[in-house]
């Protein structure tokens, strides 16, 4: 889950790490929730709503007031838009989901998104408005999705509005999936607020799924994530066209398992409590062409924008050119979900021309040729499409991608750039590997071969192994960014 940072331009001020934090926070928080009988699912729901308040308000109180009123507010409006069809007021429905879209998409706007505004106007027109200096509530685009989605299914009559306030706001703050996701739907978990699969197996399920994560991002993203660090800040004499390379393909592989990561412990710590979430990713960098890395990458958004925005524009109904348009505006909105920053809009922007490439002509093209360059085709423009995402800085971005394709003026490869490979060689083939579902498949075969071995030995020893280096890691290393928190 990564530290929160202590100042960061447009994110909440948070001082404390949420990895740590937690390490204190969930022993607490499961015994007071197991202390309650199952058959009280009400009363075990606010436990999780109070101490899921506790986690996200600890760092920054004043984050936890806007949470609570989005959530009042589209208790509200499920509540009024069911009444209205109800009554047989199609029009009224339509009026309250009108509301309940522009005060969600407006409290993000404003925090997200003002400045920005300001900024852009101030170069344009040559004015000199000053910025508010808004601080980014932690979690807020993904909360603010959530809550947005549920009236949506209301209204769209796929879920019937839920009564209990106490309910709805455990759904939205629920602390595993609160701060970074995954963008958990109301339709998915409904039943599972009234009723949860809680069994041994179940929880073992989510120890092992969280050490996962963990280990994912506090062993291999911070690892990494120290090697993009280091050539992005060196200076431009230390550098070279393969170090270039290297600090993005540090950065692609660390924004992966940093954010599946999250995801990862996510879903393990929603099992301990009987909740299951969605997957988010399915090895995205074994994708063959960039329409597949989006099925793979960071599902639960692309599925959000695909139900929300793309069909109800339309989608591929209305003719070409129309899906053409609509593929383009979704594209550019998920790079400007990302982030009020021109390189995220170029980011979103890139790879729409891309799938619509691959939509008119180009992914025909790719499945003729053979699966191994169809790989180093998706692998090439994922790490160029990184390349846009990991600079805020136009400067810098610019002068990386000069450096990247030979305009910098750098030699191929010096002796800096060897010494960076060498000092990681074996942490990026760990990575290779760890990105295929090689390990995945050896953990099946071991389960087959030895099921007894591997369920009650291994695979707990294992788990406790992660979970130890985990915790030495995160005691002797101040590198514990995490990427999605500006998000």
């Not at 019937?160 to 958990?184: C, E, H, M, W």
């Not at 069994?199 to 996962?212: L, M, P």
């Not at 790490?383 to 990991?390: C, H, T």
């Not at 002796?415 to 990575?431: D, E, M, R, S």
Request: hydrophobic letters at 50%; aromatic letters at 18%; a positive charge.
């Amino acid at each position: 889950m990564g530290n929160f940072p202590r100042k960061v331009k447009g994110e909440c001020h948070l001082v404390f790490s949420s990895i740590e934090f937690l390490y204190f926070f969930l022993p607490a928080t499961m015994l007071l929730y197991f202390a309650v009988p199952p058959r009280f699912i009400k009363a075990r729901n606010l436990v999780l709503l109070l101490f899921s308040l506790i986690f996200y308000g600890w760092g920054e109180p004043l984050c936890v007031f806007l949470m609570v009123a989005t959530v009042i507010f589209s208790y509200f409006y499920g509540r009024m838009v069911e009444r209205c069809k109800e009554h047989g007021k199609p029009k009224g429905a339509k009026v309250w989901l009108i509301l309940a879209i522009v005060t969600n998409l407006g409290l993000l706007g404003f925090f997200k998104y003002t400045d920005f505004f300001i900024g852009a106007a101030n170069s344009i027109f040559g004015t000199q408005i000053k910025t508010l200096g808004l601080a980014l509530p932690i979690g807020i685009s993904f909360y603010s999705f959530q809550t947005l989605s549920y009236v949506i299914d209301v209204y769209k009559g796929e879920v019937r509005s839920q009564k209990n306030f106490l309910d709805l706001a455990t759904y939205v703050a629920l602390f595993p999936q609160l701060i970074a996701g995954p963008i958990v739907r109301y339709i998915d978990v409904a039943e599972q607020l009234k009723k949860r699969n809680e069994s041994i197996e179940h929880f073992a399920q989510g120890v092992w799924r969280f050490s996962i994560g963990l280990g994912k991002k506090v062993i291999l993203a911070n690892t990494i994530g120290e090697l993009f660090d280091t050539i992005s800040n060196s200076a431009q004499s230390e550098l070279s066209v393969a170090a270039s390379w290297l600090g993005i393909i540090a950065y692609t592989f660390q924004i992966y398992f940093d954010f599946s990561g999250y995801s990862d412990m996510a879903i393990g710590l929603g099992k301990m409590f009987g909740f299951d979430f969605l997957e988010n990713f399915n090895y995205p960098y074994i994708s063959t062409s960039i329409t597949d890395f989006w099925r793979r990458w960071h599902m639960s958004l692309s599925s959000w924008f695909r139900d929300y925005v793309y069909i109800p524009l339309g989608g591929n109904r209305k003719g070409k050119a129309r899906q053409c348009l609509n593929i383009m505006i979704v594209w550019f909105l998920t790079g400007f979900w990302h982030g009020a920053n021109w390189n995220f809009m170029l980011w979103g922007v890139y790879f729409g021309v891309i799938l619509l490439c691959e939509k008119l002509f180009l992914g025909k093209a790719l499945k003729k040729i053979p699966a191994f360059f169809q790989h180093l085709y998706a692998l090439l423009f994922i790490v160029i499409g990184w390349g846009i995402f990991s600079y805020e800085d136009f400067g810098k971005l610019t002068q990386n991608f000069k450096n990247m394709f030979g305009a910098g003026g750098l030699p191929l490869i010096n002796h800096q750039t060897v010494f960076w490979l060498a000092q990681y060689a074996v942490t990026i083939v760990i990575l290779v590997i760890a990105s295929t579902q090689l390990p995945k498949k050896l953990c099946l075969k071991l389960q087959i071969k030895c099921p007894e071995i591997c369920g009650c030995i291994l695979q707990p020893l294992f788990a406790l192994t992660l979970l130890a280096v985990s915790t030495a890691y995160l005691a002797g290393n101040s590198f514990n960014p995490f990427l999605y928190f500006r998000f």
